[in-house]
């Protein structure tokens, strides 16, 4: 077994070199994390109250179950686990780096000696043995994990933001087949009283007593009513598709009919801007990747300094077993690799994570602010459909007051049939706008929900 004395002039260069190395550590210079967007509301347009909004109290327990249902079978989440599952593999493999490195092998070779007579065949065998390990000296490898770790975790966020759109969704459908329900309901007597109206119409335009030009307004009411009818269908099928695909359910089965809530949604408990912006995942995934860009740039920073790398081995070999026994070799070697003379290569990387810094900062304020004005956004809507519901009940009860005028004149004798026909139509299509308004109310308190990031 051959021994190195430290004493040598090559040893002594090797620990020369590495001294100077540890002596230079102090040089590298820090990197600085980008300021985060400081100007944040200090409250909502509405005001603000304590407390973390839930779907709790809003859904029926049909639609809670069946959005459980979808957050367990949904392909979108699925894939997003498994995005994470890989996240977390590179992780492990970036800390294994870090780790001593063993190395096992069996060599084999055959040599034809030429200077003998005959062919003379010489079998060599060999194995070795070696465990290489490298000297973190400037936190190249550790930043590299940091890195890792910070996309592992935004992998992880994106599970949460598909929860999320999947909540919403699902009670999307749901409510948009309620009101389609309810509204069907509507649309068959509307378009019997707009039939009845055409022929009505028809006979007083016979008796001459209206122009020719009333058939045809007549028949475009009964055809806008046809029109709704078929509208309802697709939207049906439309709903029931999207169903099918968030449950993962070809063949779409629902256990209930689902049904539109008849009261108005309540407004979430609101918490400070702050603390909405703090849980929202989209948020959060801005921030690690600022936090992943800051890490690969500390690696090009350090991997313009020189590297220290230390292997152990054994080897060994012979063409028979006992030469095995009798000609071990052990080997302690040191490799210091000075990166500078390649300058212009690693300029280019550090250049290219300060851009990649610089882009992961602004992606962050831009989706702050996103996520403000999307808040800010719902919460104007709502109150725009608070006054819009007021001024649609005022508009049905004059609507309900009218058809009772005109069929009070009707039975009087004082007023057409088709008149009165007309005023139930009226009526009926107030009813309907009256739920196509508040379904609109609570799509807006599902997107209203995801947007401040309630489970």
Request: net charge neutral.
């Amino acid at each position: 077994m051959r021994t190195h004395d430290l004493s040598t002039s090559p040893a002594r260069a090797l620990a020369a070199a590495t001294l100077l190395a540890l002596l230079t550590g102090c040089a590298v210079p820090p990197v600085q994390r980008p300021a985060e967007p400081t100007d944040l509301p200090l409250q909502w347009s509405l005001g603000a109250a304590a407390g973390a909004p839930g779907w709790s109290g809003a859904l029926d327990p049909a639609l809670a179950a069946l959005q459980e249902q979808a957050l367990q079978a949904n392909r979108d989440i699925r894939l997003a686990m498994l995005r994470w599952r890989i996240a977390q593999q590179q992780l492990r493999a970036g800390e294994l780096a870090r780790a001593p490195q063993p190395s096992v092998g069996l060599n084999a070779s055959s040599s034809l000696a030429t200077a003998s007579p005959l062919p003379d065949w010489r079998s060599q065998f060999g194995a070795s043995a070696s465990l290489a390990y490298e000297v973190d000296l400037w936190g190249r490898l550790a930043a590299g994990v940091a890195a890792s770790q910070a996309q592992a975790q935004a992998s992880r966020r994106d599970i949460e933001v598909a929860r999320l759109l999947i909540r919403s969704q699902v009670a999307e459908a749901w409510w948009q087949l309620g009101a389609n329900q309810q509204q069907r309901a509507l649309v068959g007597p509307q378009r019997e009283a707009a039939q009845a109206v055409l022929e009505a119409t028809r006979a007083r335009v016979r008796e001459g007593r209206l122009a020719p030009i009333e058939i045809d307004r007549a028949a475009n009411t009964l055809q806008q009513q046809e029109l709704r009818l078929a509208q309802l269908a697709a939207d049906d099928a439309q709903a029931l598709q999207t169903l099918a695909l968030l449950l993962d359910q070809p063949a779409l089965r629902l256990a209930s009919a689902p049904a539109l809530p008849e009261g108005a949604p309540p407004l979430p408990p609101l918490a400070d801007p702050a603390r909405v912006l703090e849980r929202r995942p989209d948020v959060q995934r801005a921030r690690l990747a600022v936090d992943a860009a800051l890490a690969r740039l500390q690696v090009s920073e350090a991997s313009r300094y020189p590297g220290l790398s230390f292997s152990t081995g054994v080897s060994t070999g012979g063409s028979v077993a006992l030469d095995w026994l009798r000609n071990p070799v052990a080997s302690l070697a040191g490799n210091l690799v000075v990166p500078l003379v390649d300058w212009q290569r690693l300029d280019l990387q550090r250049d290219t994570a300060r851009t990649e810094l610089e882009v992961a900062a602004l992606q962050l304020r831009d989706t702050v602010q996103r996520a403000l004005a999307e808040v800010e956004r719902l919460l104007t809507e709502r109150t725009r459909l608070e006054q819009a519901w007021l001024a649609q009940q005022a508009r049905l009860r004059e609507a309900q007051l009218a058809e009772q005028q005109a069929q009070a004149r009707v039975q009087a004798g004082a007023l057409a049939p088709a008149d009165g026909l007309q005023a139930r139509g009226a009526r009926l299509a107030a009813e309907q706008d009256s739920i196509g308004l508040r379904l609109q109310q609570w799509l807006n308190h599902a997107a209203l929900h995801r947007a401040l990031a309630s489970e």
